[in-house]
């Protein structure tokens, strides 16, 4: 039995210590949003944050979370699809095949959480999720048109 703290909800769920995060959120708790790709926390498509930090749950197993801990997955990033990260994919068509969009959306979320105005190279750098669509100027244009905006109140 674990307790997890996932999108302001407390649950418990019935899982193994060393089951990763990944598996719970999809099957336990059936949040599907939050997908499985690489297996070996490379391609980003298992992110959701935990305390605002970008995480890949395919290796992480659900006993390393504490009840404490506020995991946040794409379905609790924004209900309504109105955050800034999410308005700005659609306006720059990021979304190709879509499988990779919402680890993308939670990494960039987090990085601009952390770094307001980040640099083209501070994207580079944090944002190494996979796109197997090549997404990535997009992506790029998007992230930088929220820091522009100053729509995460911190710009």
């Known amino acids: 039995m674990a307790?997890?703290?996932?999108?302001?909800?407390?649950?418990?769920?019935?899982?193994?210590?060393?089951?990763?995060?990944?598996?719970?959120?999809?099957?336990?708790?059936?949040?599907?949003?939050?997908k499985y790709g690489c297996g070996v926390a490379q391609c980003g498509a298992c992110t959701v944050l935990?305390?605002?930090?970008?995480?890949?749950?395919?290796?992480?197993?659900?006993?390393?979370?504490t009840p404490e801990q506020k995991i946040v997955t794409i379905e609790g990033l924004s209900p309504d699809g109105s955050h800034p990260v999410q308005l700005a994919w659609i306006a720059h068509d990021v979304p190709q095949c879509g499988f990779c969009q919402s680890g993308m959306i939670l990494t960039a979320a987090a990085l601009l959480q952390a770094n307001?105005?980040?640099?083209?190279?501070?994207?580079?750098?944090?944002?190494?999720?996979?796109?197997?669509?090549?997404?990535?100027?997009?992506?790029?244009?998007a992230i930088l048109d929220v820091a522009a905006s100053g729509a995460l109140g911190r710009g």
């Open 3 to 34: 307790k997890l703290n996932v999108n302001g909800k407390t649950l418990d769920v019935q899982a193994a210590d060393d089951t990763p995060l990944l598996w719970v959120i999809r099957e336990q708790i059936g949040l599907t949003g939050t």
């Open 50 to 65: 935990i305390d605002g930090v970008a995480t890949r749950t395919c290796v992480l197993p659900v006993n390393a979370v």
């Open 116 to 141: 307001p105005k980040p640099s083209e190279a501070d994207i580079a750098n944090e944002m190494t999720n996979i796109c197997r669509c090549g997404t990535y100027t997009r992506v790029k244009a």
